[in-house]
């Protein structure tokens, strides 16, 4: 087994502000992913990363960054904050052949 | 934009009754058809998956049923339990060796009322 960690559990920022979010996962899995969860409008993918210092873009990559620096992590920057970005953000892992994702238990952003 | 439409959005059903939830998709390459459910407060978690090399799978109370030709697929939830009460997320992906890019549908809000 293992697990996928999420820092912070909540983050306020303000708008026009960069904030970072960051994720670990102790499963050794290879392909990490950014997700952003709306309220009715379920799960979109911001960036994902088949190996480290690999990235690349989902249908939601305007205005957020992303690093990965090591297998274990993956970073979420968002790069100037806007008040429509109040969501919860969720990290993904998945191993090789990749078909189920494991989440962690999500950032969950208010902009002021 | 590669879609997967889901519905309904809310549904209500008697402890006890089938709770039926549908989706469809466009992209016709796609090969892996999972649903996830999340309880409030929880993070998505895998509950079924289908290959199109069947039209049914099956996991105790749980079915799903894959229509290739109509590109549609739906979660059966039989002897709907109040522990049952979640949202439902479809999803869709074409599988690669080293990844599945899943496309997600907007998600079905279950209610299982006793």
């Known amino acids: 087994g293992g697990i996928i960690t999420q820092t912070p559990k909540f983050l306020i920022g303000q708008e026009g502000q960069k904030l970072t979010l960051k994720c670990q996962q102790n499963?050794?899995?290879?392909?990490m992913y950014w997700y952003r969860q709306d309220s009715g409008k379920g799960l979109r993918l911001i960036y994902y990363s088949i190996t480290e210092n690999d990235l690349q873009k989902g249908d939601l990559s305007e205005g957020y960054d992303a690093s990965r620096e090591k297998k274990s992590s993956f970073s979420l920057t968002v790069t100037s904050a806007q008040k429509n970005e109040m969501a919860v953000f969720l990290c993904?892992?998945?191993?090789?052949?990749?078909?189920?994702?494991?989440f962690g238990p999500g950032t969950r952003l208010t902009v002021l | 934009q590669q879609q997967v439409r889901q519905s309904p959005q809310s549904l209500t059903v008697w402890e006890g009754e089938t709770a039926i939830l549908n989706c469809s998709y466009e992209d016709s390459t796609f090969d892996y058809f999972p649903w996830y459910h999340q309880f409030p407060g929880e993070s998505p978690a895998l509950l079924i998956a289908?290959?199109?090399?069947?039209n049914k799978k099956e996991d105790g109370r749980f079915t799903i049923f894959f229509n290739k030709r109509e590109k549609k697929f739906s979660l059966h939830i039989a002897d709907s339990q109040p522990g049952d009460s979640a949202t439902y997320f479809c999803?869709?992906?074409?599988?690669?060796?080293?990844?599945?890019?899943?496309?997600f549908g907007q998600g079905t809000s279950l209610s299982v009322v006793p």
């Open positions: 993904a892992s998945s191993g090789l052949g990749g078909s189920e994702q494991y």
């Open positions: 499963f050794n899995h290879d392909t």
């Open positions: 289908i290959r199109p090399v069947s």
């Open positions: 999803a869709a992906s074409l599988e690669s060796s080293s990844f599945s890019k899943l496309v």
